[in-house]
């Protein structure tokens, strides 16, 4: 494909006018929003609006007035759609890690006869750590985790929960929820996907596939900004059996009541703990705002396609790279991981380049296709300049190959 | 006191040019900054330049071009000389509720021969449950509460953490740091403070106490916002010996090589659990930047000084009210907290004149007197509307009596 020939798909794409919502920087070809996603154009107004109008001037008021009382559970309401899931089965709050526990948590107490969390080994670290933290406080459990290919043959009556990232955080291998969640139920084990790498960029039907408990991340393709408090799932008929050991008065089923003893709020509102971050709903719910009538499965045919694409330059213009994602888009996120053996410093020329991918370790060349706002000519542009770097060994640069201990 | 010299007071008051630091709208007495701190003028500016300048423009960059990796570690070392500790000492993170699981937890885990958690009841509900959640989820852990007065003597052998709130939330009372960590340390226990009613408002001297650990709240006296990002504190003589059990990748000692085991990072930043909500951060900052250059003993003596004028005007002008707050200011916090059988409708109706206090079930008006906004004149107008709801028994008023399922 040539860069008109590019252009040209772009011309022809009906999405195209999607990238018109958000604030990107000229010159810059952003393929990291899997990392972190764009401003869109419309959450500055709206959180200065939060902040100058609300809170300035309604003050405490603000919580009724303004519906922050609410906020945590309409937020998830807005993001259900994006994962198959009921209004009243998402809730945004807290962090992945913190809901990863909340939910890992109450699955075990729930499962008090299973003494096993089972993952696959190369999950994203928190999702493996924070269930070590639910191992370690809860006498008799354990994590367990098994080579995925191995994953569904491990899960025996001692599994209590099944936990696994839905698109895989580097090699981007997406991984097959009705199957596994299944083969899970067949043996008694509730499952949890980490939907952190695919809400708002690969298709996921929670509800459809039965699926039991799920987390995500509110500033990836969701678009909340940096830190973004993040959202959890619990379908319906599971809501009332579970209860979080983050007990915090928000889920209380009285919270304004102060009583001395906990009692669990009815619904997904018991997943809250404490006081719901307002500033950063606000910029999430803008950020999910952005999916506001757009066709979903258009949406997420254009992300393969755009990957398909970068594959495929990437393989026509470039050697030395290995192919570290599934070939098949069916079987594959939103991003695209190229081995090499320069990739960090590779990495570091196109961003001095204004090409801006990730880096994962040790060798990996990391890059996301936000559908909303990448078009496919930025694919043929960052290629190009990829295969700029490569062909005047740009990554040689010792200002390139110094790698901080931060990324 | 008439309102003449109260003005006067308020003109010999060399605190008095702090108020234009923030942005109370017209008109309104604002005497619930312990619900919510008013909104500091810089605050707006400051998010405009985080969403746009940092996040829009810089992108993924943003992490360490503007420093949001070290946000969490950079406001807690703000938030530090506010509480009598070192810089690296004090976490911003999560909420409140969040952080007191954390170090109860960690606390437990660290004395393991040593049962049960320690508070009193009537402690701020969300204490007590965390407290629930932490003992639910280690086995032969409880909580027991035993009555203020009683609690020291009930600290034995088996207390592995007692949890107290400095100043109680609803009677304003507060509580001897310095006797109770003694005597819990007299007997191996280790204590748990919670800050927020107090941080902002009155003196802590968490080193000069030996405290061993502390939470707090970011949108109280710190002005951070609705839902602001709280702070925790761990004595650096502590802090290698404890692990969180919310043991998330942004605690892990090398968070970017994704290890699968989870190894905690030296120092306070263990205490970290996901991605810091970097919006939220930003605010909380230049809600604790309030308090540069000011002369705190003076500011938390001004506190002492607004609540004792108001105790004394409403038990001058207005009948059926009876202090449910300390009278001697060194022993209370700096709100203050009248019990009547109408105290509700009395809010309501006060609200509607535009004096904004707080009710707490299930007779209680509760008013915060926030020094670096508040002035001595604001205290003189509000009890002269309240003298006057009282006169007119406005708080008879259909319309102020039905209590909101949520306030």
Redesign the interface.
Known sequence: MTRDEARARDAADPLRGLRDRF?L?DG?I?L?GN??G??PKT??AR??DV??EQ??????????AHG??GAAVRAGGAIAPLIGAQADEVLVA?????NL?KLL?AAC?ARPERGTILSE??NF??D???A???A????GRRVK?VAFDDLVAAIDDDVAVVLLTHVHY?SGHKRDIAAITAAAHARGALVLWDLSHSAGAVAVDLNGCDVDLAVGCG?KYLNG??????FLYVARGLQETLR???????G?AA????????APAPGIARFQ?????????A?LEEGVAQFDGVDLAALFAKGQALCDLYVALVEERCTGFVLASPRDGAHRGSHVSFAHPHAYAICQAL?ARRV?G?F??PDVLRMGFAPLYTGFEDVWCAVDTLAAVMRERAWNDPAYRFR????
């Open positions: 604030a920087p810059v952003y990291d990392s972190l764009a401003l959450t500055p959180l200065t902040v100058t809170w300035g001037r309604d003050l405490i008021a603000g919580w009724n922050w009382i807290d962090s992945t890690s913190v526990f948590a107490m080994p190369e670290p928190t493996l750590y924070m070590q933290g639910v370690g406080m809860l006498a985790t580097k500033y900004g940096p830190g973004a408090p993040a979080s050991p983050l007990s915090g008065w928000m209380h919270p304004f009541d102060f009583h001395d003893d906990y703990c404490g006081t719901p971050p307002i500033l950063g709903i910029a961003i801006v990730d994962r370790a901080a201990a931060v990324t």
